[in-house]
């Protein structure tokens, strides 16, 4: 979030050139029309407070964009997972009600 679109594409094609069968694990930030409701207000808090330290959010990225820069930048194998399964699974039998944020995924790639 805090790359340029074509400083992430540079940084996935150094990664890309790694050794083969590595696997980055990274996350990426939602554009805000893809947060859900309840997360907007978080969501746009943080980019404020981001913002005025100097450090603006300047990159979001919808699932099919950040596969597709994966793919381009060599990753043979790319796969998307949503923070609502990320939630699911690691958060769902918590008592206390705490759950990430709807504004961040995961990418897996493989090299």
């Known amino acids: 979030m805090y790359l340029t679109k074509d400083?992430?594409?540079a940084t996935l094609r150094q990664i890309g050139g790694l050794a083969p069968d590595s696997t980055l694990a990274m996350t990426f930030m939602l554009p805000p029309e893809l947060v859900d409701d309840a997360d907007r207000p978080g969501l746009r808090a943080s980019a404020e407070g981001?913002?005025?330290s100097g450090t603006p959010f300047i990159s979001f990225?919808?699932?099919e964009e950040m596969l597709a820069a994966a793919r381009e930048a060599g990753f043979k194998d790319a796969r998307h997972v949503s923070g609502a399964v990320?939630?699911?699974r690691y958060f769902a039998n918590r008592t206390d009600g705490l759950r990430p944020s709807s504004g961040?995924?995961?990418l897996l790639a493989t090299i």
């Open 50 to 52: 981001a913002r005025a």
């Open 61 to 63: 990225y919808t699932p």
């Open 104 to 106: 961040e995924d995961l």
């Open 86 to 88: 990320l939630a699911e």
């Open 7 to 9: 400083a992430t594409a």
